[in-house]
């Protein structure tokens, strides 16, 4: 085979993912399992490498290892005329194009590309990449060629993973997000009974995808969208509520202030205050990266004492993570500890708060979050979120996977949304203590009243 007689053989569904890429920018190709997305992304990026020169192209995987099973060999044995440089994991045409092959485990492998530029942009199974990483390698979709070739993106995958709602929303609702053009956008959807080489040569894999448990089978045999799959978290409709005053001698008696310190990701932080009922309000929420621990305290103590609808009052306790009392050696002599910063800024503030470690027990406490966002045995959350100043949590939230090691917590991943989990985790575990506390003191003073009424009084007269 050789580029002048190559023939991709594409499918109808594939062609028509093809056909709306003539027509929008970004198309998400996907559905069911089995449905030719790893077959197409080849394709389309070697097709366009072939008919513009001197154009580069990208494909991304997750994992190195998904990429060099699902790409690099395919285009080795496909495609043996292409010359592949190993060092560069590129595929180099006689016309000068360049098809790369990517990976990214995290945010951080974005750097690889800072100040690169590709025409095309594929992201094999974008379900399982979180929503900055699209919107970095957007940044990077553009071409200076002369070949009249336009950007393009596609993404391929099945309901599921991280950035399950983003796409739900987008493509398969059609919800667009502020300033969006949705005719940019475009869905194809993509079934197993659409693959002939399936249907030829493995039609038991259809009958395996039916044995599956109704969840998974309506995703991976039906590409169903219904139920956000994979997601830890089930968040109640009716956790959104609108702001009200909260008195000052309330804050100072029930308030919560919760924080997840990132060093390389971001740190998270949420005002919170603790009803009679035991029911957790979420105030505001604080979600940033990139500085150092003072600058985040000032921040979040400026904005607390700022807050109108608590008119500045500082909460009891400040609940934080664990690790921030760690030191950290900056010079032979000199050690710095995050929390330690943390009280330097508030104490020149004047802000008195109780300073408390998290419980950090992630199996309970992830338990106890799916509890409190969704509490089946009095039909309404115990968690609240102040709608105006917490706009990001339900997307957030929703992004959160199971942990494929223990099906009882949530997958910790570095993204913001973890550090979200993580911090809210820390709030929720002091709250339900707190309350279980008042609780037990309650039950016993009821015992120690209840025993006294019991005892016959006393005739004080005639002793």
């Given at each position: ?23 929008c920018e970004f198309v998400f190709f996907g559905g ?421 009424a019991s005892q016959p009084a006393r005739d004080w007269?005639?002793?």
């Amino acid at each position: 085979m050789t580029p002048e007689t190559i023939n991709f053989n594409l499918w109808p569904r594939q062609a028509e993912a093809c056909k709306a890429l003539e027509e929008c920018e970004f198309v998400f190709f996907g559905g069911s399992r089995g449905g030719g997305k790893s077959h197409l992304s080849r394709c389309y990026a070697l097709g366009r490498a072939l008919e513009f020169p001197g154009t580069r192209h990208l494909i991304l995987r997750k994992s190195f290892p998904e990429l060099q099973r699902t790409m690099i060999d395919r285009y080795l044995s496909d495609y043996p005329w292409l010359r592949y440089v190993e060092r560069f994991h590129q595929f180099i045409l006689d016309n000068g194009s360049i098809v790369e092959m990517g990976f990214c485990e995290s945010e951080r492998d974005l750097q690889k590309w800072q100040g690169a530029e590709f025409a095309t942009i594929i992201v094999d199974e974008l379900q399982f990449h979180a929503r900055e990483v699209v919107d970095y390698l957007q940044t990077i979709l553009r071409t200076s060629s002369t070949t009249g070739i336009k950007p393009r993106f596609l993404g391929t995958g099945n309901p599921g993973g991280i950035l399950h709602s983003w796409l739900k929303q987008v493509f398969i609702d059609r919800i667009p997000e502020p300033g969006m053009d949705m005719s940019k956008y475009r869905f194809v959807k993509s079934m197993v009974i659409d693959n002939p080489s399936i249907m030829k040569n493995d039609a038991e894999y259809v009958n395996r995808l039916k044995a599956l448990p109704p969840a998974l089978r309506d995703a991976f045999l039906y590409g169903s969208w219904d139920a956000i799959l994979g997601s830890f978290f089930e968040l109640d409709p009716g956790m959104e509520e609108s702001p009200f005053e909260i008195q000052e001698t309330a804050m100072r008696k029930t308030g919560i202030l919760s924080i997840d310190h990132g060093l390389r990701h971001s740190t998270s932080a949420g005002l919170h205050w603790v009803d009679e009922r035991g029911v957790v309000h979420r105030l505001w929420s604080y979600q940033n990266s990139g500085f150092d621990a003072a600058t985040h305290a000032a921040e979040i103590a400026d904005r607390m004492m700022s807050f109108p609808h608590t008119r500045g009052a500082p909460p009891a306790v400040f609940v934080y993570d664990p690790s921030m009392a760690g030191e950290t050696k900056v010079t032979a002599n000199v050690t710095i500890s995050p929390l330690r910063e943390y009280q330097k800024v508030f104490n020149a503030k004047h802000i008195n708060v109780s300073w408390e470690p998290a419980i950090n027990a992630r199996i309970f406490g992830s338990q106890l979050m799916q509890s409190y966002f969704k509490d089946p045995t009095i039909k309404q959350p115990k968690y609240k979120i102040w709608t105006p100043y917490c706009s990001d949590f339900r997307v957030l939230l929703s992004q959160i996977m199971c942990d494929k090691h223990n099906a009882e917590a949530y997958l910790k991943e570095e993204t913001p949304s973890d550090d979200l989990a993580d911090e809210v985790r820390y709030c929720i575990c002091h709250a339900h203590q707190m309350v279980s506390s008042d609780r037990e003191m309650a039950e016993a003073r009821k015992k120690v009243d209840a025993a006294r009424a019991s005892q016959p009084a006393r005739d004080w007269y005639s002793m």
